[in-house]
T-cell receptor
Framework: GDSVTQTEGPVTVSESESLIINCTYSATSIAYPNLFWYVRYPGEGLQLLLKVITAGQKGSSRGFEATYNKETTSFHLQKASVQESDSAVYYCALGGKDYAQGLTFGLGTRVSVFP | EAAVTQSPRSKVAVTGGKVTLSCHQTNNHDYMYWYRQDTGHGLRLIHYSYVADSTEKGDIPDGYKASRPSQENFSLILELASLSQTAVYFC?????WGRGAETLYFGSGTRLTVL
């Protein structure tokens, strides 16, 4: 079946430092799955951060970027300079051909940003 | 702004008891989902629904029932709660399945502890 592996947390960074969360996927149900990053801020539900549905394309939102690399089956999330408000749990996910299967999520990476 | 609300926010249940988790959305979305997350796993799909009065099994439906009495409401029912069902449960909704590219809108989760 499909699977997603991402950086194991927790990850601790200082404000203004860079952040990268690795995400690799294995998709057996579809050759080129749709890829997502969701974020869960404290006390809130998950919300979409960014998505890319075309291999080779880059998605960006709130200063975060992720590039869909089909050669390495990766979708790493990066931000050049984090803020304390970026403290959250980040989830990488993929969507297969049959959405009835829902999304396949990674375990989530807890990021804490300290001033 | 899309809104998905879950109740209760947290619950402690006894083994063998009945538990009902509720979800209400004001997005006018057709699709609704129930996911669970527990240690060592990403979010996993339990049940979903794409129309009122109909539900479908997801990846891990055993021990759970679902009910969709209206477009807005989607419940998850544990008839005989077990220790292994201790987890955080998330409800989500979406417009459509979108070939796996559709954005999901999540509630803030229900933390269930079965003793």
């Amino acid at each position: 079946g499909d699977s997603v592996t991402q950086t194991e947390g927790p990850v601790t960074v200082s404000e203004s430092e860079s952040l990268i969360i690795n995400c690799t996927y294995s998709a057996t149900s579809i050759a080129y799955p749709n890829l997502f990053w969701y974020v869960r801020y404290p006390g809130e539900g998950l919300q979409l951060l960014l998505k890319v549905i075309t291999a080779g394309q880059k998605g960006s939102s709130r200063g975060f970027e992720a590039t869909y690399n089909k050669e390495t089956t990766s979708f790493h999330l990066q931000k050049a300079s984090v803020q304390e408000s970026d403290s959250a749990v980040y989830y990488c996910a993929l969507g297969g051909k049959d959405y009835a299967q829902g999304l396949t999520f990674g375990l989530g990476t807890r990021v804490s940003v300290f001033p | 702004e899309a809104a998905v609300t879950q109740s209760p926010r947290s619950k402690v249940a006894v083994t063998g008891g009945k538990v009902t988790l509720s979800c209400h959305q004001t997005n006018n979305h057709d699709y609704m989902y129930w996911y669970r997350q527990d240690t060592g796993h990403g979010l996993r799909l339990i049940h979903y629904s794409y129309v009122a009065d109909s539900t479908e099994k997801g990846d891990i439906p055993d021990g759970y029932k679902a009910s969709r009495p209206s477009q807005e409401n989607f419940s998850l029912i544990l008839e005989l709660a077990s220790l292994s069902q201790t987890a955080v449960y998330f409800c989500a909704s979406s417009w459509d399945w979108g070939r796996g590219a559709e954005t999901l809108y999540f509630g803030s989760g229900t933390r269930l502890t079965v003793l």
